[in-house]
């Protein structure tokens, strides 16, 4: 009997050949969007926060999927390569939206606190926004090991592969991250 | 490619023990109703779209290549926006105007430099080209019709203009009747 593993191995392999072939390039990517897009979704979503600026960040991700899946070699896990494409769409988005910030007259519009309040797809308590509010704090890598490691529950391993980063280094990072953001949520 | 959800729980309490307690897998961020449902069409839109405009921005760049027919294309273009047909006539105006003007400050110039005897001389020689009305208008007056004339007497007025008008034309009129 086949592991979920393997069999998600060998779906992204016919799903890489169908994409090679013209006449059928199109329906394989419907395929792999069917496969992937959720997933990637709360990817983006967790790091953007906003499901607008996610949207945006995921039709950026997915054009980007689509122009370059020729050039996949195959020496990575199809989904270790998408979720590196998604991870550095997002952190552009933040670094964008960072320097409209800095650049913005209107700091109340663009206060994350602000924001959630507003946004009416995020239903957390208190301790969850402060946690969102804790997260904005961290810098960007920091912040992507940390989703990855806190919500996704992936292996040091399949972070390294996505971030380039050595393992050590990412335990480093998560380590660093959790003790901020305790800090941030046990503070006054 | 994931891990053991307890493994993760066990070295997060180690680290952030507050952290660990509140840890849940959702985020308790949601997505709009049915946003998944056409969320592959919304995307696969998208990159159609993409392709288009990447299409269209090619065939555009294919008719700006340097080529001699598309560089005299985008001057004719050029030269026939309204801005620039504006432009062109104003400086045409401009440039007619300052021949016109330099051209008067030059004859101007010249005459200065005429002295009376030359302009005598020159009047001598060249009488017939002269107006009689104008050289009698210039000497006598407008009232030089008025003047009467006995029928007795014949006057050879091209031979009175030579002989004594011309030397009582002052500098002044001299050069009012080149």
Same mark, same amino acid.
């Given at each position: ?18 994409? @090679? ?12 969007? $069917? ?19 996610? @949207?945006?960040?995921?039709? @950026? ?50 206060? =994350? ?14 301790? $969850?926004?402060? =946690?969102?509010? %804790? ?6 890598? $920091? ?9 996704? %529950?992936?292996?040091? $391993? %399949? ?30 | 490619? /994931? ?19 509140? /840890? ?34 090619? #065939? ?6 340097? #080529? ?12 026939? /926006?309204?801005? +620039? ?8 105006? +401009? ?18 430099? +005429?002295?009376?005897?030359?302009? #005598? ?17 210039? +000497?006598?007056?407008?009232?030089? #019709? ?33």
């Amino acid at each position: 009997m086949q592991s979920s593993t393997q069999k998600d191995i060998l779906e992204d392999e016919a799903i890489l050949k169908m994409l @090679n072939i013209p006449s059928s390039r199109d329906r394989a990517f419907r395929l792999l969007l $069917q496969k992937y897009q959720e997933r990637l979704y709360w990817h983006i979503r967790r790091i953007v926060i906003e499901h607008e600026d996610t @949207n945006d960040v995921l039709q @950026n991700t997915c054009i980007r999927i689509y122009k370059g899946i020729k050039s996949f070699k195959g020496n990575a896990r199809l989904y270790t390569w998408l979720y590196r494409i998604a991870s550095n769409e997002a952190i552009t988005f933040l670094k964008k939206r960072k320097k409209i910030k800095s650049t913005s007259i209107d700091n109340e519009e663009n206060n =994350l606190e602000n924001r959630l309040h507003a946004d009416v797809y995020f239903e957390g308590d208190e301790i $969850q926004k402060k =946690l969102q509010l %804790a997260l904005d704090t961290l810098p960007e890598k $920091q912040r992507l090991v940390f989703d990855m490691r806190y919500y996704d %529950a992936m292996s040091y $391993q %399949a972070i390294s592969d996505v971030l380039g980063t050595s393992v050590g280094g990412l335990k480093a990072s998560y380590h660093h991250a959790a003790k901020k953001v305790e800090a941030f949520l046990t503070q006054e | 490619m /994931r891990e053991n959800q307890d493994n993760i729980h066990k070295e997060l309490k180690e680290i952030a023990p507050f952290l660990a307690q509140i /840890r849940q897998k959702e985020t308790k961020l949601e997505a709009p109703n049915g946003y998944f449902n056409h969320l592959e069409d919304n995307i696969l839109a998208c990159i159609k779209a993409e392709e288009e405009t990447q299409n269209w921005s090619s #065939t555009s760049l294919k008719a700006n290549e340097a #080529t001699p027919q598309n560089w005299l294309l985008a001057i004719k273009k050029w030269l026939l /926006r309204p801005s +620039v047909g504006i432009g062109f006539a104003m400086i045409l105006i +401009v440039s007619i105007f300052s021949i016109i003007w330099s051209n008067s400050q030059s004859s101007d110039a010249i005459l200065m430099a +005429v002295s009376e005897i030359e302009a #005598t001389e020159y009047i001598h020689e060249n009488i017939d080209q002269f107006s009689e009305t104008l050289i009698l208008e210039s +000497v006598i007056g407008e009232d030089w #019709t008025t003047i009467e004339i006995s029928d007795e007497i014949e006057i050879d007025f091209d031979k009175y203009i030579e002989d004594d008008l011309i030397d009582e034309l002052d500098s002044e009129l001299i050069n009012e009747l080149l």
